[in-house]
């Protein structure tokens, strides 16, 4: 194995409590978080639409506002030791729907820009599949020579269209039996795990 692509949100910083309450403020809905995580079942950016203007609106208003809260966000150090170890073996990568400038602000308010070679967000395309696509031919890469770390369905099956291999976490947005029917490789419940899995990978 030569990648490991990261999923951000719920895996490396656990965002989803913020992103919730960020909903509830803009959409002004009773949102329960049930139908929040709904959202991640697929891709987040094929939901149906029925009013384009303010889904828009209140997208640009999301990211305004999570973009203010990111800059208050500290790492878990356990996580950035774990990350440190993985990126001595293995090549790092992000995979996200959340914005580029966010995830690199997060980054370098972290002085922990230098963990991944690419941090590929909606910027770059709003598919997985196309970003999956991207880096393997930029880094002649196999889906085999990859494994793919993130917490809801919606990921997972996006891997699946790839073939790429699939660690599910369960501490983020999706829980163990909404992530199972992905039929991930394998489900975690911390992150010295992950590191575990791919180390008896070899």
Not at 88 to 106: G, H, P, R, V
Not at 169 to 175: A, I, T
């Amino acid at each position: 194995m030569k990648a490991i692509i990261f999923d951000f949100d719920g895996v490396i910083h656990d965002t989803y409590e913020m992103a919730y309450q960020i909903n509830l403020k803009i959409s002004g809905e009773n949102l329960t978080r049930e139908q929040h995580r709904d959202f991640f079942n697929g891709n987040i950016f094929e939901k149906v639409v029925v009013d384009e203007e303010k889904e828009r609106a209140e997208s640009e208003q999301f990211y305004e506002l999570q973009n203010e809260a990111y800059k208050y966000l500290k790492i878990d150090e356990n996580i950035k030791t774990n990350l440190e170890k993985l990126s001595k073996k293995y090549s790092l990568f992000i995979i996200s729907s959340n914005q580029e400038e966010a995830l690199d602000n997060y980054f370098q308010n972290n002085k922990f820009i230098h963990i991944f070679r690419e941090i590929l967000g909606a910027e770059t395309h709003k598919s997985k599949v196309e970003k999956f696509k991207y880096l393997f031919e930029k880094y002649s890469l196999e889906a085999d020579d990859c494994i793919f770390v993130t917490d809801t369905l919606g990921d997972i099956l996006e891997g699946n269209k790839v073939g790429v291999k699939t660690i599910a976490v369960d501490f983020g947005f999706h829980k163990k039996d909404r992530l199972e029917k992905g039929n991930p490789f394998k489900i975690v419940s911390s992150f010295e795990e992950i590191t575990e899995v791919i180390n008896n990978l070899q």
